[in-house]
């Protein structure tokens, strides 16, 4: 079976924008009152569609059509829920055989055929040692119900309240997910540091800081003033994700699990994004080799559909009929999806290509740090990139200060580029990439290209240029090609491969790029 989604991507022309709409003023105009009604009419808590002003009309793999007939390359991927990228055909199928079978949608904590199949499926993906003594919760559809759902478990086991986390952290909104993220105010969680090399929080990084970082750990549980009662629970991310894309050392996550073990506190692995393949393993506890007490899972587990679970040690299983239900805990299209996304992502080995094209990723984008001075850090695991921007005019000795505007302005010339990516960390200063696993060579290639000229395009001005002069002149690289001579918003781009096609109207992926195309009217 194929391992790409080369074979399923759109092909064929630009949509004609003379049909239906009357032109491409009418396309334009549908697409513009579509986003003032969502301005007037939704919460003003919505983000996302601040800083990415598209209206999505079709998507396949990793591209996305949107209501203006512009084309995009996705790697936001709903948060990191698609793993397979929009619409995958085995995900289609999967979703149509359960309709037209006539059987229920919703059936509560009823045992079904097509509940039997995703609960052996995903069994047969969790680390053995895990598996073999494991019971299985399923909870309301999201990733902060399950973390919830996880506090519940530890606490009626242990019959205990406090939960430890870590800084940085985001394990969700609900009131107790929020409690154990980094933002927190108020909490019943002690705050724990968490390890990374960039900006270390004793100042040394590598093996020293981690090492630090688990004697503090230490320290805190064993010292009778340290202000923190035995926790019911430890909850850890392998990779922090919102936290800015950093990677947990497995000697610190070997470390953890020694000290939890030790002194009976119950080990939560976050996996909701790190799950799936993401990280170039199955599950990102399995870099480490520790087994966890518990897993938190969602996201990409329900194959682009709302589904969660929480995946415990047996003998934690003590909590009441009713305990933690939830009326959509029973959502069959999301099982039939997420039993088709995990058995495609076993069956063709997506873990261990993620962990390839990680390798080439960070490879090429931490030449960056070399080139820009502007790009401090580029860090990540498998298929779970994140490039920090720091302030380039800062003599500071340590690392520079965090510039969320530059990745800001980065974020907006990728879009103008057709790329999509997201923003995260504690200054929401890092630009993340979370592709399908399924993108081709040619698909990195093209996202590489785009990033690169847009981190280009912000450092060639005044405030991402370094003391030193670092960047040169404007180009724009299509598939390793390059091409024109300046921004796309002041010339044309035409003729240049991009997987096989051309830029200038069309598909991305064996077409046209059409995202690529002027923003000013009639410059092309």
């Not at 049909?19 to 491409?24: N, V």
């Not at 999967?94 to 037209?100: E, Y």
């Amino acid at each position: 079976m194929d391992v790409t989604e080369s074979a399923v991507v759109p092909t064929g022309r630009e949509p004609d924008r003379t049909r239906e709409g009357g032109g491409a003023e009418d396309v334009r105009a549908a697409h513009e009152g579509l986003l003032r009604r969502q301005s007037a009419r939704e919460s003003t808590a919505r983000t996302y569609a601040r800083a990415l002003p598209i209206v999505p009309v079709r998507a396949r793999g990793l591209t996305i059509e949107g209501a203006d007939g512009r084309r995009y390359l996705d790697c936001l991927s709903g948060a990191g829920a698609l793993a397979l990228g929009h619409n995958h055909p085995v995900v289609l199928e999967a979703i149509r055989k359960v309709l037209d079978s006539g059987a229920p949608l919703q059936v509560l904590d009823l045992a079904t055929p097509v509940k039997d199949a995703f609960t052996t499926e995903l069994f047969r993906t969790l680390p053995p040692a895990f598996a073999d003594r494991a019971r299985v919760r399923f909870c309301g559809p999201t990733g902060t119900e399950a973390v919830e759902a996880a506090f519940t478990l530890v606490r009626a086991a242990t019959g205990r309240t406090g939960v430890l986390a870590f800084t940085g952290a985001c394990h969700d909104m609900t009131a107790g997910a929020l409690e154990a993220s980094g933002s927190a105010s108020a909490v019943r969680a002690a705050r724990l540091p968490y390890p990374q090399d960039y900006r270390c929080p004793f100042g040394v990084g590598g093996d020293r800081g981690a090492e630090l970082a688990a004697h503090w750990t230490e320290s805190v549980l064993d010292d009778p003033r340290s202000g923190v009662a035995h926790p019911a629970g430890m909850i850890v991310e392998p990779v922090q994700g919102e936290g800015g894309v950093i990677p947990a050392p497995d000697t610190w996550m070997r470390r953890m699990r020694e000290i939890t073990r030790a002194r009976s506190i119950p080990l939560i692995a976050d996996e909701v994004e790190t799950g799936v393949g993401r990280t170039g393993t199955f599950w990102a506890v399995e870099h480490s080799g520790i087994t966890p007490d518990v897993m938190v899972l969602s996201k990409a587990i329900g194959g682009s559909l709302p589904l969660a679970v929480v995946v415990y040690r047996e003998d934690l299983d003590v909590w009441q009929p009713g305990t933690h239900a939830g009326a959509f805990r029973g959502n069959q299209l999301a099982m039939a999806a997420g039993t088709a996304t995990l058995a495609y992502v076993r069956e063709n080995h997506l873990a261990e290509r993620a962990a390839v094209l990680g390798t080439r990723i960070l490879r090429q984008l931490r030449s960056l740090t070399e080139e820009f001075a502007c790009v401090g850090d580029v860090r990540g695991r498998g298929l779970m990139i994140g490039v920090e921007l720091v302030d380039p005019e800062s003599t500071d000795s340590g690392p520079r200060p965090a510039a969320p505007e530059l990745a800001s302005a980065i974020q907006q010339e990728c879009l103008r580029r057709g790329l999509i990516v997201e923003l995260g960390g504690r200054h929401a200063s890092v630009v993340r990439l979370l592709p399908p696993l399924t993108i081709t060579d040619e698909q990195t290639t093209a996202v590489l290209d785009r990033l690169t000229d847009a981190v280009e395009a912000v450092a060639r001005g005044p405030a991402g240029r370094s003391p030193g002069g670092h960047g040169s002149p404007g180009r724009a690289r299509v598939g390793g090609v390059r091409v024109g001579g300046g921004d796309f918003d002041g010339g044309c781009v035409e003729g240049r491969d991009v997987d096989g096609g051309c830029v200038g109207g069309g598909d991305v992926d064996g077409g046209c790029v059409g995202d690529v195309r002027p923003v000013r009217p009639g410059s092309c």
